[in-house]
């Protein structure tokens, strides 16, 4: 039937694999993936006056190639405390979420606060140290550098006033320090499975 959406909502920490997760899942329903910490980060990477750079937020922007950067990922923590700036954005995310034929999205707040109606909310997520190595494992440099920015980074998306980083509570929690992507991708399409 056409018009009928269905909304999986994936929250985590850094690193946590939500990322892959949440490809693969809408890959397996056929459903849109929006990744929306990319809109973050390209708020943050633009520089100047965040809240007008995220109101006038345009596709061209989550196209740049260094989106994907640790300091790019800092930024996007830093402007991302903004109450304005995470205001500005959520229109574009809610539409997302209620398109027709089903959308997967994943970030730190779609479960609690952009999209608490989802059909299915997963949270992923992962000990530090393996979301460190991990992390390491992509970009190289200093393994404890790169675990102190996962630190910083875990205490600025949990501990901020505005839509902090916390699993809903009618949340699936899939903490992957131990499996294998696989596993971690077949569990949550088992999740999503169950409520359709
Ligand atoms: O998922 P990511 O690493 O690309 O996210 C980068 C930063 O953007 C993250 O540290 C906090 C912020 N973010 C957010 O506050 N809310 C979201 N829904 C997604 C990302």
Redesign the pocket.
Known sequence: MAGLSFTVAI?G???AG??TIARAVAAHFGFAHL???????AV?AKGGDPVAVARGLTAADLERDD??SLA???A??R???NPEV?AA?IAF?RAFARQPGGAV??????GT??CPEADVKLYVTASPEVRAHRRWLEVGGDEAVVLAEVRE?DA??MG?AD?P?RAAADAVVIDTSEMSIDAAVAAAVKAVQARR
Do not use: E, F, H, N
């Open positions: 929250d920490p850094a690193a939500k990322g990744d929306t910490g990319l809109l973050y980060r943050g989106l994907r790019a990922g800092q996007a923590s402007v991302a405390v995470r954005l995310q999205l994943d970030g730190r707040d779609i606060v952009i980074r600025r998306d901020r839509a980083l």
